[in-house]
């Protein structure tokens, strides 16, 4: 795993280094087909990018901030390279690969996951409170709509591993019981 200037670094030269790579992968077919860039990736990549941006401007640790943006990394590796996803254009994840050191997002457990998501979550509530500035608004318009979802998914199933009791205290405590 890098630290994190080298991955704040890589970050933010993402989109332009994943077009190069592309071109690069598909220059033979291109000498008869036309070769397109996933726009999906692309925008990927400026999400990642928006993110190393703004990471700039938040007041936190440098391990937090590598956390953020490693979890934003899986973010977009789970979203949009699972399942079938993954039979097509892989250019993107193959850079995101490349950029954390690792053979695959699978190596990480689920408690670091938790923790990079916690970080991430944490985060873009700083983006939306800061949204009204440029880059910060840039990237909070470039969050995806579910992403506060996705993200607090991991973080709910912690919540509620209390079992029965757990949930009908969490439904209680929600109605202010």
Known sequence: MPDYKELLE????LPGNLVVAHD???SYVSMFFTSVLCTQAYTD???IQKTAICLNHYKASEEDKKLILTGMYIYV?????????????????QLLHDHLKIK???????????????ELDKFSDWVYEQREFEEPHALYTAFPHDMKIVIQGPIAEEKNTHGCLGLVSDCLSGLRI
């Open 45 to 47: 990549a400026l999400l």
């Open 24 to 26: 690069k992968r598909y």
């Open 10 to 13: 890589k970050a933010t030269k």
């Open 104 to 118: 695959s997002f699978t190596e990480f457990s689920a408690g670091f996951i938790k923790a990079c998501y916690e």
């Open 77 to 93: 590796a789970r979203k949009n390279y699972s399942g079938l996803a993954i039979l097509g254009d892989n250019t993107l994840l």
